[in-house]
């Protein structure tokens, strides 16, 4: 059998192959074991397999004596910003993100509405693996209470970090991708409430993706013809969880998710808020350029929402998230949130009267080349070392997750990913071409088989 990829970002597998019941349910009631049977939120995506992960979790729950709260249909961050409504001792999303159809996964939350740490998720394997779970006896097994106040209150929230008047008196036109995922609930109101006008592509919760449900460029060009034809003033695209956010330009053009963030904490700082910023190692160094324009600290951290959040915390940081369109403001939840990043980049198109084609204008442009290897049965430690010997000479080399040389106006970073059984090569450079080339160079000294964009 298929193993599940066990990770800081849950435990995930393909249904039928590498996710099976048995296997899952043990996280569940590994989870339900470190609750103490205290109240558990429970939410998740669109994806078929959907049902079937709610029974077995609800029933892992029950069977430990664990309070359900049902929320039913919501986008990750709700989840987590639940749990800290409710005062829950956890939370879990059902969901695989980003990833195609077939894959699902539980996401565990924290009494404090994050992803569980590393040392909390160490603590799961570890009673998964033990098999010593919590029962509770008949008069008290766990009880289902189902709510549909979730998505309401998570955009309470919202509302309240921005000038939702300022937003409403820009009337603007957006024109939005659901990919029929949670975000086909949360945009529409989260629009109306900030007075725009939208136009939407796949709002069906109950029917499957209909392209490759990762907000990359590549799946947007369906997004760029309508807010082209739509006249719009930008074009959102969000996950099927709806934690990641993509824009299109009101040319049509997708501004490319990793400069979401940018774009956020520009916002932020750009209204005279201060305070570091934090975001993981592999996100644009237009970061680093915001950071500086500004004057406030730039932390990076290993790939993972759970690191990015630790440090945000440690840090008491202003704003932070990942180069993959996550948006983390603290003010409304600790976790990458697709509605606060569509609320602050419209607040910031009406406080610079601009359009979103000048916003993005207004932050340095970069290529940035995304590529895996295929590096099975290989030892990626060893492969880190030697792309760390050959590029020590004229990089600075940091070594907190995989590997990243760092060159004064460009990037590569190799490290093994934590969803996918493959090696992932960023590079990020001027142009494609020397974006590239780090990556060829790369590719020569492990000598594993990749592809290039663009060449
Ligand atoms: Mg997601």
Not at 173 to 197: H, Q, S
Not at 262 to 275: I, N
Not at 446 to 452: C, N, Q, R, S, V
Request: glycine content about 10%; overall charge negative.
């Amino acid at each position: 059998m298929a193993r599940p990829m066990i990770s800081v970002a849950g435990i995930r597998g393909i249904v039928g192959e590498s996710l099976v019941p048995e296997e899952f349910l043990r996280y569940i009631l590994a989870f339900a074991t470190l609750c103490e049977g205290g109240p558990v939120v429970v939410g998740g995506d669109t994806r078929l397999s959907r049902h079937m992960m709610r029974h077995l979790a609800f029933a892992g729950l029950e069977s430990a004596g664990c309070e359900i709260h049902d929320i039913g249909l919501v986008p990750t961050p709700t989840v987590g910003l639940m749990v800290r409504e409710l005062g829950a001792r956890g939370g879990i999303a059902i969901t695989a993100s980003h990833n195609p159809a077939q894959w699902n996964a539980y996401k565990f939350f924290g009494p404090d509405g994050s992803f569980l740490s590393a040392a909390q998720n160490r603590a799961l394997l570890d009673v998964a693996a033990s098999g010593a779970f919590r029962r509770a006896p008949y008069r008290e097994l766990g009880r289902v209470k189902s709510r549909n106040d979730a998505i309401a209150r998570h955009l309470e929230k919202v509302f309240a970090v921005v000038d939702t008047a300022a937003i409403a008196g820009r009337k603007f036109r957006v024109a939005v991708d659901c990919v029929n995922g949670v975000g086909a609930l949360i945009m529409p109101p989260l629009l109306e409430g900030l007075g725009c006008t939208a136009e939407y592509l796949y709002t069906d919760t109950e029917a499957e993706f209909p392209r490759n449900p990762e907000p990359l460029p590549e799946n947007l060009t369906e997004l760029g013809e309508l807010v082209r034809s739509s006249g719009a003033d930008i074009g959102f695209a969000v996950d099927p969880d709806a934690d990641r956010l993509a824009m299109v330009d009101n040319t049509g053009r997708p501004v490319g998710e990793e400069r979401t963030v940018v774009l956020a904490s520009l916002a932020l700082l750009d209204r005279g808020e201060r305070g570091p910023l934090v975001v993981n190692l592999s996100t644009t160094r237009a970061m680093d350029d915001v950071a500086e324009r500004f004057g406030v600290e730039l932390h990076r951290t290993p790939i993972g929402e759970a690191h990015v959040v630790g440090k945000m915390r440690d840090t008491r940081a202003l704003c932070g998230g990942e180069g993959n369109g996550g948006v983390i403001y603290p003010r409304v939840h600790s976790g990458r949130d697709a509605a606060t990043g569509v609320a602050l980049v419209l607040e910031a198109m009406a406080r610079g009267q601009v359009r979103s084609a000048e916003l993005n204008a207004r932050i340095p442009d970069y290529v940035m080349v995304k590529t895996k290897f295929g590096v099975e049965g290989q030892d990626v430690a060893a492969l880190c070392r030697r792309v760390a010997d050959a590029f020590a000479a004229d990089a600075r080399i940091v070594t907190d997750d995989g590997v990243k040389a760092v060159f004064p106006d460009r990037w590569v970073h190799l490290r093994a990913s934590g969803t996918e059984p493959v090696v992932r090569v960023f590079a990020e450079a001027p142009s494609l071409e020397a974006a590239n080339s780090l990556v060829k160079r790369v590719g020569e000294i492990t000598a594993a088989p990749h592809e290039l964009p663009g060449s």
